[in-house]
Nanobody
């Protein structure tokens, strides 16, 4: 069974940091771009960041540029999202996903999704 499993979420004060991990089981996604999305209560799911299959290209939504860093370790089948200088508006469920093809910021380009991990930033 193919799974993406996120971890590392939690409660943190504004200005703090968290590192999310996304580990695949059942198959390797070393040839796929990986992405992070988030969904806050009452809002649509939004793109956060993505990384190409080889790690050479990274993409960020404007609101997290300079604060979040995406990376991957293909040997460990794991993608990461380092989140620094967290703000209350970063509060959401964060999902990782493996992209099949196309544009990294579009969720319909992703074929595999994790179950999500909650990130809560208190003010």
């Amino acid at each position: 069974q193919v799974q993406l499993v996120e971890s590392g979420g939690g409660l943190v004060q504004a200005g703090g940091s968290l590192r999310l991990s996304c580990t695949s089981t059942g198959r390797s996604f070393s040839g796929n771009a990986m992405g992070w999305f988030r969904q806050a209560p009452g809002r649509e799911r939004e793109f956060v960041s993505a990384i190409s299959w080889d790690g050479e290209k990274t993409y960020y939504t404007d609101s997290v540029k300079g604060r979040f860093t995406i990376s991957r370790d293909s040997a460990k089948n794991t993608a990461y999202l380092q989140m620094n200088s967290l703000k209350p508006e970063d509060t959401a469920v964060y999902y990782c996903a493996a992209m099949l093809s196309g544009r990294p910021s579009k969720d319909y380009e992703y074929g595999y999704w994790g179950q999500g991990t909650q990130v809560t930033v208190s003010s």
